[in-house]
């Protein structure tokens, strides 16, 4: 069974793997950056044996309440070295592809985006905690943080157009999407905040909507191409 407190609780992607007879599902996460660097310098310095490594590996990250006692051991094994690669072994091979993905899902001129601006620009939340937020509670502290720069900026803010937004009749018409004119309404927020700082968030919101990310394509084949090495 999958442990869904656990799932609400991990921080970055989550991944599935079935075996070939279509039996088992086991679902995990990545290792965090510091968990795979202790990883990877236990197995480069020798102080644990590749099966070792690999199944305290799996067991840190496996997202299951038990694993099921019909389990083949390789099966553990294989997926342990799975996510050591996925956690930082392929970044030498695959970086490029991986940024390039996390841009078209996280795309520069989003409502999202230019909301999360906002938000940041006038008070001093991670975007860790944000993400805890609901719909609403996202929502509403867009608008408090709109008028709040609206009141230290002036004309110089200009006030999101509502009526640019379509409804989910409206884009089933024109499924072009938000019609909004971002360049002009991040000027405002680069005036309050800096534009370094909106490229740091933009950078940082990459990692942290990639929630139920999938392989990239390169992912996929060096993978392929390390297996069958």
Known sequence: MIDVDAILETEGGLFQTTTPDGEQTFTYRLLSMKEY???????????????????????????????????????????????????????????????????????????????????????????????????????????????????????EVTRLDLAKIQSGGEKAKKPKGLAIDFERENASIRSAMGAGNVEELEAEMGDLRARTQALTQAQAQRLQQRQGR
């Open 37 to 155: 660097k202790i990883f990877a310098a236990l197995r480069d310095g020798g102080l644990l044996p590749p099966f070792r490594l690999y199944e305290q590996i799996f067991s840190r990250c496996f997202l299951g309440e038990i694993i099921p006692e019909n389990s083949r051991a390789g099966i553990i094994f294989s997926i342990g070295q799975f996510i050591l690669w996925l956690s930082g072994d392929c970044e030498n091979d695959t970086l490029k592809e991986d940024i390039s993905s996390l841009r078209l899902q996280n795309p520069l001129d989003s409502l999202y985006t230019y909301e999360m601006a906002v938000i940041t620009s006038i008070f001093p939340y991670k975007l860790e905690d944000i993400e805890k937020w609901s719909r609403l509670e996202f929502h509403r502290k867009f608008v408090i943080a709109e008028n709040l720069m609206i009141k230290q900026r002036g004309e």
